[in-house]
């Protein structure tokens, strides 16, 4: 009986403090985030878990409030803060076995002429999270610049952003480029204008409506290559 009683109050205690985790990122509350890592810790939580479904959760919602306008850029940044700190008590705490779990190199940027790069920080930021490898190239990135860094990091996936019907049109032409060096080559595209079926018309392997979707698809995407 006691046993049942202390597993489900164990339950209970591991589902608070992913909420107080989630709310922390949202309300930008960093003391919240870091009090709350701190107990997971100490209750030997699955750290990965209290990343992924807390911190990461939180940031999915920041990432909403971000585009219907109710967040602006100060609280995106203020609510990364807070991510930020919770993973820095977390991630040495993520077990052998989940550190062994499929990962792989990210090339990520925001095509030429394009300078809005909110989005792509946010989809960075998961992917660090996540124990990706992530080559940021920033914002404003001529197109062969990708097709070079790829060739130099041996990235499985490209991510590509841009916020600009006029600048989006660079993404066919970064794919093309990539695919004709190296075909294996997995590329995401995300941002405003794109929609699922520009992204396979521009032949794009992945479509990112945000960023925990990215993320996850790009696990898919590295374990199928893997496995081939």
Do not use: W
């Not at 190239?137 to 041996?154: A, C, H, N, R, S």
Request: hydrophobic share 40%.
């Amino acid at each position: 009986r006691k046993m049942t009683t202390d597993a489900s109050s164990n339950g209970t205690k591991r589902e608070e403090i992913l909420e107080r985790l989630k709310s922390g990122v949202i309300d930008y509350d960093t003391d919240r985030v870091v009090a709350a890592s701190n107990e997971a810790v100490e209750l030997e939580l699955d750290a990965y878990e209290m990343i992924m479904q807390g911190l990461a959760a939180g940031m999915g919602v920041v990432g909403d409030y971000f585009d219907c306008g109710d967040y602006f850029v100060p609280e995106v940044l203020l609510c990364a803060e807070a991510l930020y700190a919770g993973l820095n008590i977390l991630r040495p705490h993520i077990s052998e076995e989940r550190s062994r779990q499929v990962k792989g190199q990210v090339v990520i940027g925001v095509v030429q002429g394009d300078v809005h790069d909110i989005g792509k920080n946010m989809v960075k930021m998961m992917f660090e999270v996540a124990g990706f490898t992530v080559h940021d190239l920033g914002y404003d990135v001529p197109l062969d610049e990708f097709v070079k860094e790829q060739l130099d990091t041996e990235s499985e996936i490209v991510c590509l952003s841009s916020m600009m019907t006029t600048t989006m049109m660079g993404m066919p032409k970064v794919i093309k480029m990539i695919h004709e060096k190296n075909p294996s080559v997995k590329i995401m595209v995300g941002g405003s204008p794109v929609t699922e079926d520009l992204a396979t018309q521009f032949g794009a392997d992945g479509y990112a409506t945000d960023a925990t979707n990215a993320v996850s698809d790009a696990i898919r995407m590295v374990g199928a290559l893997q496995d081939m």
